[in-house]
């Protein structure tokens, strides 16, 4: 099973940025698809971005335009950065990975490893 690591979540100002990374035991080459996703408790997670075989990007509509997805093979990690951030980012991030391709992939129930998540506060 593949080993993921999520770091960059912090507090911020709202109009901040952060960038997160997500550094994997294997390879990122090792798998097609990886996505971030951010969940408030109490509500179910939501998919934030994703990226298929490096290429091929997908991103919820309300980060559209401020947030982008990039994976370094050479690194073994996958990054989201994050501008113009609003207090309604607020929420734990999570990164995910996948062997597959997936028709949905903002959807959470594509991915089979997850990793242990990091918190990203904005405030006003």
């Known amino acids: 099973e593949v080993q993921l690591v999520e770091s960059g979540g912090a507090s911020v100002q709202a109009g901040g940025s952060l960038r997160l990374s997500c550094t994997t035991s294997?390879?990122?080459?090792?798998?097609?698809?990886w996505g971030w996703f951010r969940q408030d408790p109490g509500k179910a997670r939501e998919g934030v971005a994703a990226?298929?075989?490096?290429?091929?990007?997908s991103y919820t509509d309300s980060v559209k335009g401020r947030f982008t997805i990039s994976q370094d093979d050479d690194k073994n990690t996958v990054y989201l950065q994050m501008n113009n951030l609003k207090p309604e980012a607020t929420a734990m991030y999570y990164c995910?990975?996948?062997?597959?391709?997936?028709?949905?992939?903002?959807?959470?129930?594509?991915?089979?490893?997850w990793g242990q998540g990091t918190q990203v506060t904005v405030s006003p």
């Open positions: 995910a990975s996948s062997p597959d391709w997936a028709a949905r992939p903002l959807r959470p129930n594509e991915y089979t490893s």
């Open positions: 294997g390879s990122t080459a090792s798998s097609d698809l």
């Open positions: 990226i298929y075989r490096g290429f091929s990007r």
